[in-house]
């Protein structure tokens, strides 16, 4: 670096380098034989060219003569030019002797913009350096799918707002934002800014290793944060006492626990104020006891926290309503369904709804589906208000339901989808689960929901029997009027799927015993993370022999590891490539960790990637081994029951495993399907950490897998079938869940609930078309000035501003202090405010806070709102003509008395006001308080006299 600066520094001073709003491809042209070079590509749409200074400044102008953006930078040499090439080759012979290694953490080249090679550790790679321009856009262009934060290391936040701005341009628009911050600020202490920046990051769901700034205590104690807005101020004196007092008490039992956790004796001691040595021996007796209960009292909680169950809660139902207007199809099987098929028929002509039937074959295709959707006969050629599917009754259900998806997308129809299955989920245990194979619907239609939210209507498991079948629950839930999407109908009503928290019963002494590992255990999924911490966990728990599958041999290098550490707890391990290899083996328990799957888009899913995942899943459910099996646990995933887009086949898969550990079998082994959230598995490969970073980014952290196996070991000791394991930050991931559809499977959790019901209740995550309907709604006149209002409010929240201190409306951004974060925090907070996607560059191009509420009200309201409330735009036609009209023109008053007569048909549109000295509205026409009195007075003021 020395000696980079030393020869620049001797080159002649001279060039220019000056920042264009154009991209390198744009410039290209102009740039050619001119001497001008490229130097940086910061953001799709930023370049930073650099020469001789006549040309530069040329270039500049000719494209801001265009209407493009330029900046001339504050340079004393033009860098990354050919100005630079004189000290190439005096700086290759000074670093021709330094001794380069190979990066020891992944490293991204902005020469190349991609993952950077052995060339890194050559001379040559630094010269080129020197001259060859930054590709900064293309680095954070090619690692934006791969990570979740970028944080700049410098004095001051430079390249935040390129980053954002090509994180903008790149990421799609229903995937996860990643955080980008920068470390140390200029405004700010370098303690305060730094801090601020880790804090950011932690709250965003990343790993923070805290012990580094907490060095008086390397365990520190975390602690929940209230649940309440803990930053109110206060304007009442407090009670003297009582606060005090129990501060102090909460803070001598917080310390009083931290020394027992950090095993900390002496701490302790003083806690007690025990002095002598027979009280502190007394207590070094205990102490290890002491401390190991409360450990396990703490990761009770924390696994605690993580258990959901499935719950079916009654839905209420109308006993009549009116049909919906539209014809639907009903798509069902050729074959092997005549029954459900002339029983959904019948009933939704006894609901009044207008019904075709579309027949397919036994094994229907994408394209033949396609066509027969685009061939379906209906009235005036319409398109379907609905489609209801029968195709989960042919005999291979998910694939079927796939092609109708595809199909559906490939024809262009957006009607809701509504598939229905037969004995596919159990809502109590006298309701067991008939056909596991229909399950694989269930994990498919979430994942629909949430890839396809504008096509997808819901899911509906019918009664046993046809005839069972009534007329208005299935209208009730086809058309949306309980807001259900997840139904089951029962001769006794309808069920709606719901989550809820599932604690794990406190255990009881001396009631059962806690569960042991009998006989050998087998552990299928291969040799990986996840199945190495299995088999340690079972040889911890004292299993006498544990059998490893591992079919391809993946995991031989690691096995005579995993050996080692099995012996040490007195467990067999045996590696075998098939059961064949262990026939004599006799199995007990058979833990299943994983199964194939390809990620994939359901647009992009094949049925033989489908097939091969669900059949892998079917089979599980037949013995393993020698047996007698006694019990088997499903590893299944969150997927099942949540839905996780581009996972369509891991859904499906999963959702057979919960199905199949609720089916009946009564001679059969115990069955229990466990679906986990993504574990925290960082040695599991570059696909695993970008799954992890998503996960987190999502508000799923990863699951320590200690506590996970804990949370396992807990379920063999209950009686349970089917729970879920996950850490789910409901503040995260409740938005980002409903954010492209409503669901009622979240009502049962209180946590998602709060959420929800204060995002609805502050605007948070608002659609854009409701912001459309209230602007529209108001005079033209009104329109910008409440959405200055909202802009203003945001505004004050990203700059801390107290309770009434107000935003000037035409103060520009950067005089209220706007750095690159704020302006990223701005907006985030409108893009919730609005429903819009807005770029990082907000505030530069509209650099007030009046004009950036034109521009979003340009967004929100295209047409001026005339599509929203046709009638609004009217209102403004009857102000100008009642101007025009002279004050004794009978048509004048003809208008003012139907004005009138609205008022008075209508007086909840005339809320109460004051009347005040100055007149009607006592100088301003504050409509809030007025009576039907009051409005006439208005009236006759602004329009003439009655």
């Known amino acids: 670096m020395g000696a980079r600066a030393r020869l620049m520094g001797a080159l002649p001073e001279g060039g220019a380098m000056c920042a264009v709003q154009a991209t390198a491809e744009e410039l290209a042209a102009e740039l050619e034989g001119s001497g001008v070079s490229v130097a940086a590509v910061n953001t799709p749409d930023s370049t930073v060219i650099s020469g001789p200074a006549d040309e530069v400044h040329g270039i500049a102008s000719a494209w801001s003569a265009r209407g493009r953006k330029t900046k001339a930078l504050s340079v004393s040499h033009a860098f990354h030019s050919a100005l630079m090439e004189p000290m190439l080759q005096d700086f290759a012979e000074a670093i021709g002797e330094v001794k380069f290694k190979a990066p020891t953490i992944p490293l991204i080249s902005n020469v190349t913009g991609l993952p950077a090679d052995e060339e890194i550790a050559s001379p040559d790679y630094w010269v080129r350096h020197v001259r060859q321009p930054v590709l900064f856009q293309q680095a954070i262009a090619h690692i934006a799918d791969r990570a979740g934060a970028f944080v700049e290391l410098g004095p001051a936040p430079v390249l935040t707002t390129a980053a954002q701005h090509t994180l903008d341009a790149v990421t799609e628009a229903e995937a996860p934002e990643p955080v980008v911050t920068a470390s140390l600020h200029p405004a700010q202490p370098d303690a305060v800014a730094f801090t601020q920046a880790v804090a950011r990051l932690h709250t965003a769901g990343l790993a923070v290793d805290w012990s580094g700034w907490f060095l008086a205590d390397p365990a520190p104690r975390i602690v929940d944060l209230p649940t309440y807005a803990f930053q109110g101020r206060r304007f009442w004196l407090a009670d003297i006492l009582g606060p005090e007092s129990a501060s102090q008490a909460d803070g001598e039992e917080a310390g009083f626990w931290a020394a027992v956790e950090g095993e900390d004796v002496q701490a302790l001691c003083d806690t007690l104020h025990l002095k002598d040595d027979a009280r502190r021996s007394a207590l070094e007796t205990v102490f290890p006891a002491l401390s190991a209960w409360r450990r396990e009292r703490r990761e009770r909680s924390v696994v605690d926290s993580w258990r959901y169950r499935v719950d079916w809660q009654p839905v209420p139902t109308p006993p009549s309503a009116p049909a919906g207007s539209g014809t639907w199809l009903v798509v069902a099987p050729s074959q092997g369904a005549d029954a459900w098929t002339g029983a959904c028929l019948s009933v939704l002509e006894e609901a009044g709804i207008p019904a075709t039937l579309v027949e397919a074959g036994p094994d229907p295709k994408r394209a033949e589906l396609a066509d027969l959707l685009r061939q379906a006969e209906l009235p005036d050629g319409a398109a379907p208000a609905g489609v209801l599917s029968l195709l989960a009754l042919t005999e291979r259900p998910a694939e079927a339901t796939l092609a109708l998806v595809q199909a559906l997308l490939d024809a262009g129809?957006?009607?809701?989808?509504?598939?229905?299955?037969?004995?596919?989920?159990?809502?109590?245990?006298?309701?067991?689960?008939?056909?596991?194979?229909?399950?694989?619907?269930?994990?498919?239609?979430?994942?629909?929901?949430?890839?396809?939210p504008e096509l997808w209507g819901g899911l509906v498991d019918l009664p046993a029997d046809p005839a069972e079948l009534a007329a208005g629950p299935l209208r009730a839930v086809l058309y949306g009027d309980a807001g259900e999407d997840q139904v089951v109908l029962r001769p006794a009503g309808a069920l709606g799927r719901r989550l809820v928290p599932d604690p794990a019963p406190a255990p009881l002494d001396g009631a059962g015993e806690d569960w042991q590992p009998h006989g050998a255990v087998l552990v299928t999924g291969g040799v990986g993370q996840l199945a190495d911490h299995v088999v340690r966990w079972l040889a911890a728990c004292g299993a006498e022999h544990v059998v490893l599958l591992d079919p391809d041999g993946t995991g031989a290098p690691r096995q005579a590891e995993l050996a080692a550490e099995a012996t040490l707890h007195g467990t067999e391990l045996t590696v075998a490539r098939s059961l064949g290899e262990v026939a004599d083996v006799r199995i007990r328990t058979v833990i299943h960790t994983s199964l194939p799957g390809v990620p994939a888009p359901l647009a992009e899913l094949t049925p033989d990637e489908l097939a091969t995942a669900v059949s892998a899943a079917m089979d599980l459910g037949e013995p393993a081994g020698a047996g007698p099996v006694e019990t088997v646990v499903f590893f299944s995933s969150l997927a099942a029951t949540l839905g996780s887009r581009e996972h369509g086949a891991h859904a499906a898969a999963d959702a057979c495993l919960d199905a199949l550990a609720q089916q009946r079998r009564p001679d059969g082994p115990r069955m229990i399907s466990v679906g986990w959230g993504i574990w925290d598995l960082p040695d599991d490969g570059d696909l695993a950490l970008r799954q992890t970073g998503l996960s987190r980014r999502q508000g799923l952290p990863p699951l320590e897998p200690r506590l996970a196996l804990g949370a396992l070991r807990a379920l063999l000791d209950g009686d349970d079938?089917?729970?879920?394991?996950?850490?789910?930050?409901?503040?995260?991931?409740?938005?980002?869940?409903?954010?492209?559809?409503?669901?009622?499977?979240?009502?049962?959790?209180?946590?998602?609930?709060?959420?929800?019901?204060?995002?609805?209740?502050?605007?948070?995550?608002?659609?854009?078309?409701?912001?459309?309907?209230?602007?529209?709604?108001?005079?033209?006149?009104?329109?910008?000035?409440?959405?200055?209002?909202?802009?203003?409010?945001?505004?004050?929240?990203?700059?801390?501003?107290?309770?009434?201190?107000?935003?000037?409306?035409?103060?520009?951004?950067?005089?209220?202090?706007?750095?690159?974060?704020?302006?990223?925090?701005?907006?985030?907070?409108?893009?919730?405010?609005?429903?819009l996607r807005l770029p990082a560059t907000l505030v530069y191009d509209y650099p007030t806070p009046r004009a950036l509420a034109g521009h979003l009200l340009e967004r929100i309201l295209p047409d001026g709102g005339a599509a929203e409330l046709p009638v609004a735009a009217h209102l403004d036609d009857l102000d100008a003509a009642l101007t025009d009209l002279a004050a004794d023109d009978p048509r004048r008053r003809g208008l003012i008395r139907r004005l009138q007569a609205l008022l008075w048909k209508h007086p909840d549109a005339a809320a109460p006001f004051a009347v005040g000295e100055e007149g009607v509205l006592g100088g301003q026409e504050d409509l809030s308080e007025a009576s039907a009195d009051d409005m006439f007075a208005l009236i006759d003021r602004e329009w003439g006299g009655r």
């Not at 989920?425 to 890839?451: F, I, K």
């Not at 990203?798 to 907006?827: H, I, M, N, T």
């Open 721 to 835: 079938k089917h729970v879920m394991v996950a850490d789910i930050e409901w503040e995260r991931f409740a938005p980002l869940f409903t954010l492209s559809r409503p669901t009622r499977l979240l009502d049962g959790v209180p946590a998602a609930l709060r959420v929800l019901d204060a995002g609805s209740e502050t605007g948070d995550g608002a659609d854009v078309s409701e912001l459309r309907r209230e602007l529209a709604a108001l005079p033209a006149r009104e329109r910008a000035g409440a959405l200055l209002k909202v802009v203003r409010t945001q505004v004050a929240a990203v700059l801390r501003y107290e309770p009434g201190q107000d935003v000037d409306p035409e103060r520009a951004f950067k005089d209220l202090g706007f750095d690159s974060l704020v302006v990223v925090e701005l907006r985030n907070r409108l893009r919730a405010a609005t429903g």
């Open 413 to 452: 129809l957006s009607a809701p989808l509504w598939c229905a299955t037969r004995g596919a989920v159990s809502c109590a245990d006298t309701d067991p689960v008939v056909s596991p194979a229909q399950a694989a619907v269930w994990g498919l239609g979430r994942v629909a929901a949430l890839e396809h």
